[in-house]
């Protein structure tokens, strides 16, 4: 039995080296942090079966959900390293490479989604997806979440509410200074650590969108989450350069395609999920919305939006007018 068993590894051994149609398939890691349930979770399992479906036996993608392979701290560092090969972290989380991108963070920016979306497809938008070229990280597409929320213990109708709190903020600059400009104490953290710090009460709040708050649970140590929509939670699908050049053309241009429907269909779910999950939330009645009066609404507006003119000169006056150009 043994002598049967060691011929066949031979076999197979010699096979898998000489024969190129029998060797493993190439595997594409597809790492990120939330939960399967949400846009980018089933963005990148439709990504996955289209590719195997379009090139069986040759690639093959594996996807690690929930921080699993690689958090916010590490993910695009171990891109660079190709020990990862698609990461899809969210538009705050590129400063390190880019300060471009922080246009995405500047407050009450956007008003709604469908803006966003005009921003991201018009040229302006385009070309920040080859913001980090220079760092070796190719941007493939954009990816929708939605708009951001703010949670806290204690309902926030006004900028006041939220003094001397402590809020959880993804690693962006912008966002910080978001929440010094209502005398808020940010604190940045990784997405894997949230649910623990608004469970321990290490910290007050945070902002996220309505499926980040569902799928994690937020809404479950959070007993009030005010409908602010002052922000944008998106995604920029991204590769590193040496993996993407290496590619033959014809996979890549497969791949690509694969990607780009995987998006759509991401997209779709993002606008369904943004309701649905909400509706969840409330339903469980383990946190209450907070609707901000118009005129409440525009004081948040008043605290938060200066914060545009000291990321101007990083960001660009012009990028800053092409999106607000968005907002028709
Ligand atoms: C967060 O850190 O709150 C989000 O960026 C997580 C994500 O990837 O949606």
Redesign the pocket.
């Known amino acids: 039995k043994l002598f049967a068993l060691t011929k066949v590894t031979a076999l197979a051994a010699l096979l898998g080296t000489s024969f190129g149609a029998l060797a493993e398939p190439v595997e594409i890691k597809f790492s990120?942090?939330?939960a399967e349930n949400?846009p980018?979770g089933q963005m990148a399992l439709k990504f996955k079966s289209l590719v195997e479906e379009r090139l069986p036996g040759e690639y093959k993608v594996s996807v690690f959900p929930n921080s699993q392979l690689f958090g916010?701290n590490n993910e695009l560092a171990a891109l660079l390293l190709n020990d990862v090969q698609l990461v899809a972290?969210?538009l705050?989380?590129f400063e390190r490479y880019t300060k471009k991108l922080q246009i995405f963070d500047l407050p009450f920016l956007f008003d709604d989604m469908a803006a966003v979306d005009r921003f991201q497809q018009s040229e302006a938008g385009q070309k920040l997806l080859n913001s980090m070229n220079r760092k070796g990280i190719v941007g493939l597409g954009y990816l929708h979440?939605g708009m951001k929320q703010f949670s806290a213990n204690n309902p926030l109708h006004l900028p006041k509410d939220a003094e001397g709190e402590k809020f959880r903020i993804?690693a962006s600059d912008v966002i910080a200074a978001q929440f010094d400009a209502i005398g808020a104490i940010p604190v940045k953290k990784?997405?894997s650590e949230?649910f623990t710090l608004l469970q321990t009460r290490a910290i007050d709040g945070q902002e996220?969108?309505w499926s980040?708050t569902y799928s994690k649970k937020f809404y479950e140590v959070q007993s009030h989450i005010t409908e602010s929509n002052h922000g944008v939670?998106d995604?920029m699908v991204v590769t590193s350069d040496t993996f993407w050049k290496g590619l033959p053309k014809d996979k890549r241009d497969v791949i690509k395609k694969s990607l780009d429907e995987a998006i759509a269909f991401g997209n779709e779910i993002a606008a369904a999920k943004d309701e649905e999950d909400k509706q969840a939330i409330l339903a469980s009645g383990r946190s209450t919305l907070v609707t901000l009066t118009p005129a409440q609404r525009q004081q948040w507006v008043n605290a938060m939006k200066p914060v545009w003119a000291k990321f101007e000169d990083q960001i660009g006056k012009d990028m800053i007018e092409a999106a607000l150009a968005a907002n028709k």
Do not use: C, G, I, W
């Open positions: 990120h942090v939330v949400t980018k916010d972290p969210s705050s989380k979440n993804m990784p997405f949230v996220n969108t980040n939670l995604y």
